[in-house]
């Protein structure tokens, strides 16, 4: 048996003779989690003792769960709410140890095994995102935005992070929102898009191999996906095309590919009201949904040192349905007024 390179924190850094066998490591959902659930997430909801949504669209943070103890009902709810907000945030989940994070993974679907990134010993579908093994820099995607393992046939639904060491500042992370993105653009714009297909590429995990010697846990995949995709928990309509992962576009010249591809990208770094940004505290957690978002961290934080664990949830073949997809926006509007006309019956009945 070829030997593993194991550090000290027992992480496989490089694979051993018994992680190729692992060809099994990107399968897809066989159901949706989160599609059916509570609309209202009673079983949930009840048990949140405070609620902070940190924008309208994207982004919410809740206390009073341990991610741990969920019920069945809360575990789907809790899918949907993710679907709905995002990325939904959680502080002081000290009981989610490795194992626990991939029960709660499991509970969604079936669990992905990076290709590349060093995961823990004992369990190949967590990922551990070390900055003593892969110092923070834009190559290792951590200050580049991206939906998480895009370029799998079945890329990732759920991500579940959790960081147990935080550096004494910095080292925050940052979402986008892919459904305002698709909703802003013009109608004419929407309708070209909604058209295409564009390949994503493992292409910067094979730079690395190259340029580390590091071994991959089987194939390194490409894939073609839809540049417009409906989310099947929500049916809202988003952009999944990504910095990091999409090679280009598929069907026109490369100029075109590249003149598409830097417009959506530029969207996505500049529009601050896509975004909504997390300060990590030790054993915070952030669980967020990659058909609907991007994502980046800040390397801000040498010298200072930081762990995180993360398990990733394979999700469905990435699909755009032409005929049953709706908006975000569409979905704002009529919840935004509901929540206005609740306010004003609240004044009315306190002025009489
Ligand atoms: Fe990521």
């Given at each position: 048996?070829?030997?593993?390179?194991?550090?000290?924190?027992?992480?496989?850094?490089?694979?051993?003779?018994?992680?190729?066998?692992?060809?099994?490591?990107?399968?897809?959902?066989?159901?949706?989690?989160?599609?059916?659930?509570?609309?209202?997430?009673?079983?949930?909801?009840?048990?949140?003792?405070?609620?902070?949504?940190?924008?309208?669209?994207?982004?919410?943070?809740?206390?009073?769960?341990?991610?741990?103890?969920?019920?069945?009902?809360?575990?789907?709810?809790?899918?949907?709410?993710?679907?709905?907000?995002?990325?939904?945030?959680?502080?002081?989940?000290?009981?989610?140890?490795?194992?626990?994070?991939?029960?709660?993974?499991?509970?969604?679907?079936?669990?992905?095994?990076?290709?590349?990134?060093?995961?823990?010993?004992?369990?190949?579908?967590?990922?551990?995102?070390?900055?003593?093994?892969?110092?923070?820099?834009?190559?290792?995607?951590?200050?580049?935005?991206?939906?998480?393992?895009?370029?799998?046939?079945?890329?990732?639904?759920?991500?579940?992070?959790?960081?147990?060491?935080?550096?004494?500042?910095?080292?925050?992370?940052?979402?986008?929102?892919?459904?305002?993105?698709?909703?802003?653009?013009?109608?004419?714009?929407?309708?070209?898009?909604?058209?295409?297909?564009?390949?994503?590429?493992?292409?910067?995990?094979?730079?690395?191999?190259?340029?580390?010697?590091?071994?991959?846990?089987?194939?390194?995949?490409?894939?073609?996906?839809?540049?417009?995709?409906?989310?099947?928990?929500?049916?809202?309509?988003?952009?999944?095309?990504?910095?990091?992962?999409?090679?280009?576009?598929?069907?026109?010249?490369?100029?075109?590919?590249?003149?598409?591809?830097?417009?959506?990208?530029?969207?996505?770094?500049?529009?601050?009201?896509?975004?909504?940004?997390?300060?990590?505290?030790?054993?915070?957690?952030?669980?967020?949904?990659?058909?609907?978002?991007?994502?980046?961290?800040?390397?801000?934080?040498?010298?200072?040192?930081?762990?995180?664990?993360?398990?990733?949830?394979?999700?469905?073949?990435?699909?755009?349905?032409?005929?049953?997809?709706?908006?975000?926006?569409?979905?704002?509007?009529?919840?935004?007024?509901a929540i206005i006309a609740k306010q004003e019956a609240a004044g009315a009945a306190k002025e009489a």
């Open positions: 048996m070829a030997p593993s390179i194991v550090a000290e924190n027992s992480i496989v850094v490089s694979a051993g003779e018994q992680d190729q066998s692992l060809t099994d490591r990107n399968t897809f959902a066989t159901r949706v989690a989160g599609k059916g659930a509570d609309p209202e997430k009673k079983a949930l909801l009840s048990a949140v003792t405070k609620r902070i949504d940190y924008s309208p669209k994207i982004g919410t943070e809740l206390h009073g769960i341990q991610l741990s103890q969920l019920t069945e009902d809360q575990a789907e709810e809790l899918a949907a709410l993710i679907a709905e907000r995002g990325v939904v945030f959680f502080r002081d989940q000290d009981d989610l140890d490795n194992s626990e994070q991939v029960k709660l993974g499991k509970r969604w679907g079936p669990l992905h095994i990076h290709p590349l990134v060093p995961h823990n010993q004992d369990n190949p579908e967590v990922i551990v995102l070390d900055s003593r093994l892969s110092p923070p820099t834009r190559f290792n995607t951590n200050d580049s935005w991206h939906s998480d393992v895009s370029f799998e046939p079945a890329p990732a639904s759920f991500s579940i992070l959790k960081f147990e060491e935080i550096p004494e500042s910095g080292g925050d992370t940052i979402w986008s929102d892919a459904r305002t993105l698709y909703d802003e653009l013009s109608p004419a714009v929407q309708a070209f898009l909604e058209g295409l297909t564009a390949t994503h590429s493992s292409d910067i995990f094979k730079v690395l191999t190259q340029s580390t010697g590091r071994k991959t846990f089987g194939k390194l995949n490409d894939s073609v996906h839809p540049v417009v995709r409906t989310n099947p928990v929500t049916g809202h309509k988003s952009i999944y095309t990504n910095p990091v992962f999409t090679r280009e576009i598929n069907g026109v010249t490369a100029s075109e590919s590249k003149w598409i591809l830097d417009y959506l990208n530029n969207l996505v770094v500049q529009k601050l009201q896509y975004q909504v940004r997390f300060r990590w505290e030790k054993n915070s957690v952030a669980i967020w949904d990659n058909r609907s978002t991007y994502h980046t961290g800040i390397p801000d934080f040498s010298p200072f040192l930081r762990r995180g664990v993360r398990v990733t949830v394979s999700g469905e073949k990435p699909y755009f349905d032409k005929e049953n997809s709706t908006t975000q926006a569409q979905g704002w509007e009529v919840k935004a007024k």
